[in-house]
């Protein structure tokens, strides 16, 4: 059973928007923090957002803040990743990841889904 499987991706234009979900199973989802990463072509993963495991915080990589909102439904075991306004600097795999509360390291990963902004 894959933890975290991701969907929603696509090709967009720039200036368009996604929603991209992760839907979680096999372990306690209110109980993990969840989060946003990003691996462009010939890059590093990098970090994009996260939420706390309540929604009581999030956390937002300065590349995404005002165009990118995180949220997450316990009730459906799943995340949300809005992007509005997306660049062709938001090509990437985005991955969801889970991660314990009060831990420091992520747990989960999911396997990705491409998101292509053609310039």
């Known amino acids: 059973q894959v933890p975290l499987v991701e969907s929603g991706g696509g090709l967009v234009q720039a200036g368009g928007s996604l929603r991209l979900s992760c839907v979680a199973s096999g372990f306690t989802f209110s109980s993990y923090d969840m989060a946003w990463f990003r691996q462009a072509p010939g890059k590093e993963r990098e970090f994009v957002v996260s939420?706390?495991?309540?929604?009581?915080?999030?956390d937002y990589a300065d590349s995404v803040k005002g165009r990118f909102t995180i949220s997450r439904d316990n009730a459906k075991n799943t995340v949300y990743l809005q992007m509005n306004n997306l660049k062709p600097e938001d090509t990437a795999v985005y991955f969801c990841?889970?991660?314990?509360?009060?831990?420091?390291?992520?747990?989960?990963w999911g396997q990705g889904t491409q998101v292509t902004v053609p310039s």
């Open positions: 939420v706390s495991w309540n929604a009581d915080s999030t």
């Open positions: 990841a889970a991660r314990q509360r009060f831990r420091r390291d992520y747990k989960y």
